[in-house]
């Protein structure tokens, strides 16, 4: 059992055209004993959830006895303790971690693309943003809340759901077809989630538009969950 983690981040990555974070975990016991591991994070998520990890590799008297044999630790050494991590870890569990990674990152680059950055309208009054700005601001809003959405469903269940609604067709992002059997995806999620009409959201916005800024640049700019 352990009393507090502390982590720094020591590399990034690049395995398979993916760029994963890679970051130093030390803890004391209630003994008073230092224990240290590597985790590693996939670029395309900031969820803890989503790390995987190597068993406690160091154990020392001091925590500084730790960093000191993990500064000693070169990049192809991490690659192969996260090599190791990936093969002992469940296929199925991957596969459903990386899909709804995919989906993130397909979502959020859209978003992004329709409403470009929602802070160069900061210095904006809020009744002076034309209707079509608006417009394109609300669809990036209910693409990110699509993508929070999907944040929230563990990996299995979220490749479970996505089997289903798309029938048995299987989803291949170096496919032609990647984008429209994901946009099936997205719609079906989108409908069932209770979002605000445009007007409601418009007048909700224009009341409070630092609290949907702070949301979209936590989401986009930070990189994490509001």
Same mark, same amino acid.
């Given at each position: 059992?352990?009393?507090?983690?502390?982590?720094?981040s020591v590399?990034?990555?690049?395995?398979?055209?993916?760029?994963?974070?890679?970051?130093?975990?030390?803890?004391v016991?209630?003994?008073?004993?230092?224990?240290?591991?590597?985790?590693?994070?996939?670029?395309?998520?900031?969820?803890?959830?989503?790390?995987?990890?190597?068993?406690?590799?160091?154990?020392?008297?001091?925590?500084?006895?730790?960093?000191?044999?993990?500064?000693?630790? #070169?990049?192809?050494?991490?690659? #192969?303790?996260?090599?190791?991590?990936?093969?002992?870890?469940?296929?199925? #569990?991957?596969v459903?971690?990386?899909?709804?990674?995919?989906?993130?990152?397909?979502?959020?680059?859209?978003?992004?693309d329709i409403?470009?950055?929602?802070?160069?309208?900061?210095?904006?009054?809020?009744?002076e943003?034309?209707?079509?700005?608006?417009r394109?601001?609300?669809?990036?809003?209910?693409?990110?809340?699509v993508?929070?959405?999907?944040?929230?469903?563990?990996?299995?269940?979220?490749?479970?759901?996505?089997d289903?609604?798309?029938a048995?067709?299987?989803?291949?992002?170096?496919?032609?077809?990647r984008?429209?059997?994901?946009?099936?995806?997205?719609?079906?999620?989108?409908?069932?989630?209770?979002?605000?009409?445009?007007?409601?959201?418009?007048?909700?916005f224009l009341?409070?538009?630092?609290?949907?800024?702070?949301?979209?640049?936590?989401?986009?700019?930070e990189?994490?969950l509001?």
């Amino acid at each position: 059992m352990t009393l507090s983690e502390r982590r720094r981040s020591v590399a990034f990555i690049q395995k398979e055209g993916e760029s994963w974070a890679c970051f130093l975990v030390t803890f004391v016991t209630q003994a008073g004993e230092w224990r240290g591991y590597f985790s590693f994070r996939p670029g395309y998520s900031e969820l803890s959830e989503d790390e995987i990890r190597t068993t406690d590799i160091f154990i020392e008297s001091s925590e500084a006895e730790i960093h000191e044999k993990a500064r000693g630790l #070169g990049k192809p050494l991490l690659a #192969g303790l996260l090599d190791s991590v990936l093969n002992t870890r469940s296929p199925d #569990g991957l596969v459903g971690q990386q899909l709804r990674g995919q989906f993130r990152r397909l979502l959020q680059k859209n978003s992004q693309d329709i409403a470009g950055d929602w802070a160069t309208d900061e210095t904006m009054p809020p009744n002076e943003i034309e209707l079509d700005r608006l417009r394109s601001m609300y669809s990036s809003y209910r693409l990110d809340q699509v993508s929070h959405f999907i944040s929230l469903i563990t990996p299995d269940n979220f490749e479970g759901t996505v089997d289903e609604i798309l029938a048995g067709e299987s989803i291949d992002f170096l496919s032609k077809d990647r984008v429209q059997f994901a946009m099936m995806v997205v719609d079906h999620i989108e409908r069932l989630l209770p979002l605000p009409d445009f007007q409601s959201w418009a007048r909700d916005f224009l009341a409070h538009p630092e609290a949907y800024r702070l949301y979209t640049h936590t989401l986009h700019r930070e990189g994490r969950l509001p």
